[in-house]
């Protein structure tokens, strides 16, 4: 098992860059077998998936943030990080990364991530 915790979101205005991390903790051979994703839930809307990152390192990235938006994995660390760059204000929403394995899923407990326009 691991367990996740994010840090890194805030208040930023738009066209600015924030960073977030998410550190997990337990089994370090667990993690490195691990597909990683963020995802995130704007307020009155469904949590939709942002990007993810597979063990062997191949990503996924929406359309929505392609080009914007880079996740990357430091298994020695055991974390995942999500750079953001060019905010926009439809970017506001908790943030969740996320850790699955084998049909398990362990979500953070997310961060608010606010742009203002």
């Known amino acids: 098992q691991v367990q996740l915790v994010e840090s890194g979101g805030g208040l930023v205005q738009a066209g600015g860059s924030l960073r977030l991390s998410c550190t997990a903790s337990g089994s370090t051979s667990l993690f490195n077998l691990m597909g990683l994703a963020w995802y995130r839930q704007a307020p009155g809307k469904q949590r939709e998936l942002v990007t993810t990152?597979?063990?062997?390192?191949?990503?996924y990235t929406a359309d929505s943030v392609k080009d914007r938006f880079t996740m990357s994995r430091d298994n020695a660390k055991k974390m995942m990080y999500l750079q953001m760059n060019s905010l926009k204000p439809e970017d506001t929403a908790v943030y969740y990364c996320?850790?699955?394995?084998?049909?398990?899923?362990?979500w953070g407990q997310g961060t608010q991530v606010t742009v203002s326009s």
């Open positions: 990152i597979a063990s062997r390192g191949s990503t």
């Open positions: 996320n850790a699955a394995f084998g049909g398990s899923h362990t």
